[in-house]
């Protein structure tokens, strides 16, 4: 009962595999970290030291396969033994990841319970990811999640054969991320005085203060630590829109010169970045740190909901848009974002940005997370950019679970579990050729209203479950299937202490009346989608927006 679902499992007799004192652990050097991993989940819970040894009888081996293929594996288990090939380390870890699912589920707990005979099923399970990014971003400025938190989190995808957390690091209400020589960005942007209460159309705050960040070498920690599981943590450095905690830490940054606070409502905020040399210095500078402590192929500086009102009031706006013979202040956001697009580009990076990016003209080798549903991710793919699909409509997990009227802080239209199985990341309107444009999909946990690790639990799980099914197994997957398996999945879930949302809904500790939400129709949404699609069209036969 595996879950994400392999390509291909196959039950190998009825005899199973044990685990013993003798068993031993056999893996090249190449592997050495997927070996140290495994001992280091199971001894905790077993009490067996599984040394490294030789290849022998009763042994785990993990040997490499180069005809399988990048993150791919076979898994054997047989009465004799385990053997575990694959195509690469990646491949040999969630290799790792499927035999610790055959175990019972105190396999996934920290210590012993007394378990006692630890017996692995007889199967053949060959398996490969269907995407290459299998991505969940995490909202961490709206509501700080501590270190510890943040590392279990990488755990927890992990253990879904999930390979991409997207650290939503800064945005109106918060700075979360160290920069030298700009100390005001984490003493005075990383905290706010207070926060809504709910929904924002409701008018009420909580009156307590809320903030925190992480050191650079927080976030060293978190991405050696991210990488040791083939996880990549792709940083996201939010302009020129939602930089209001930014322009509160340094008010030169912003349009206006009058002193400003980290924002203390929900929403977008209309205070965005001036387009002044000196600003693209200050964020080129805050990028080259970003740089240097993430090591992976993207960066992200958002580029969405940036309101256009102060730019087309501010004489400096306007004289650049004039200098540079622009057209209107969309094509000046387009100029401004590519901006860091070839900074990024010159140093070996690609930008990523959502799909508002477009707008105005895509940078050279953008890659789009389309949001707005998914014609932002065709438009892109047409062009000849890589995309990544996540829709608000069927993977923002901060949305409502079911229409009841328990769901905690209930907002937006409802995405149950059904919905994010049943999610397609490739839109049809895309041929076979450009459908290779779409790298994967990426479940999107906004924070707004996830104000602590259990609400985060119960937002994420089990949905997070069915989403790296989507972006894992092979397409197609029947959905009674895939929660007859979540009913053996539960069980792990719970052994790692996760609060997730039984099909019954809510927990009573997990709902809260004594906050308001704001549910809405799905018709709503779908409404919203159309009206997106209809402006990015306009844009694209070179009209404007009014």
């Known amino acids: 009962m595996l879950l994400p679902r392999p390509v291909h499992l196959t039950r190998d007799g009825t005899e199973p595999f044990t685990l013993t004192a003798a068993t031993v652990i056999a893996a090249p050097p190449e592997l050495a970290r997927v070996e140290g991993w495994l001992r280091g989940v199971l001894f905790p819970v077993t009490g067996l030291p599984l040394p490294p040894g030789e290849a022998r009888p009763g042994a785990i081996e993990f040997t490499l396969a180069a005809g399988l293929g990048h993150e791919a594996y076979r898994l054997t288990v047989r009465p004799g033994g385990v053997r575990i090939e694959a195509g690469d380390a990646a491949g040999a870890f969630y290799g790792a990841q499927t035999l610790r699912q055959l175990l019972p589920p105190a396999a996934f707990r920290s210590g012993a319970v007394g378990e006692r005979d630890w017996l692995v099923a007889p199967v053949i399970v060959e398996d490969r990811p269907r995407f290459r990014w299998r991505g969940c971003l995490i909202d961490v400025a709206r509501h700080f999640l501590p270190k510890p938190d943040l590392l279990r989190y990488i755990d927890l995808l992990a253990a879904h054969k999930l390979n991409v957390l997207h650290l939503h690091l800064t945005d109106d209400q918060g700075w979360r991320f160290e920069v030298k020589g700009y100390p005001k960005l984490t003493e005075v942007g990383a905290w706010r005085r207070e926060s809504p209460l709910g929904s924002r159309r409701h008018g009420l705050f909580d009156g307590r203060p809320h903030g925190g960040f992480y050191t650079q070498d927080d976030l060293r920690e978190i991405v050696s630590y991210a990488a040791d599981r083939f996880v990549t943590v792709v940083p996201e450095i939010e302009l020129p829109g939602h930089s209001q905690a930014a322009i509160a830490a340094y008010p030169e940054l912003g349009n206006l010169g009058d002193p400003l606070e980290v924002a203390t409502q929900w929403g977008v905020s209309p205070n965005v970045l001036n387009v002044e040399d000196a600003t693209l210095a200050f964020y080129r500078d805050v990028l080259d740190q970003v740089m240097e402590i993430f090591p992976g192929e993207y960066v992200c500086v958002g580029g969405d909901e940036c309101p256009k009102t102060q730019w087309r009031e501010s004489p400096s706006a306007q004289r650049r848009i004039r200098e540079l013979g622009l057209r209107d202040e969309d094509e000046l956001q387009s100029w401004f974002v590519r901006q860091f697009s070839d900074h990024l580009t010159a140093r070996g990076r690609r930008l990523l940005g959502w799909d508002e990016i477009i707008e105005g003209g895509l940078p050279p080798g953008a890659t789009v997370a389309s949001w707005r549903g998914t014609y932002g991710a065709v438009v892109a793919a047409r062009a000849g950019h890589d995309v990544i699909t996540c829709p608000f409509t069927e ?129 709503e949404t779908e409404a919203e989608v159309a009206a997106w699609t209809r402006g990015i069209r306009r844009d694209l036969s070179g009209e404007r927006h009014p």
């Open 395 to 523: 993977l923002y997990l901060d949305f409502r679970q079911s229409d009841r009227p328990d769901e905690p802080v209930p907002i937006g239209s409802v995405i149950s579990l059904r919905d994010v199985h049943s999610f397609e990341p490739v839109p049809p309107e895309l041929t076979e050729a450009e459908a290779v444009r779409v790298l994967g999909a990426q479940a999107n946990l906004w924070t707004e209203h996830i104000d602590s690790p259990r609400a985060l639990d119960y937002m994420a799980f089990p949905r997070l479950s069915a989403f790296a099914e989507v972006v894992w197994s092979p397409a197609g997957g029947d959905f009674d299937d895939f929660r007859a398996r979540l009913r053996h999945h539960e069980p792990r879930l719970a052994a790692l202490g996760v609060e997730y949302r039984k099909e019954t809904g809510p927990e009573p500790w997990q709902t809260r009346p004594d906050v308001k939400g704001w549910p809405r129709e799905r018709a």
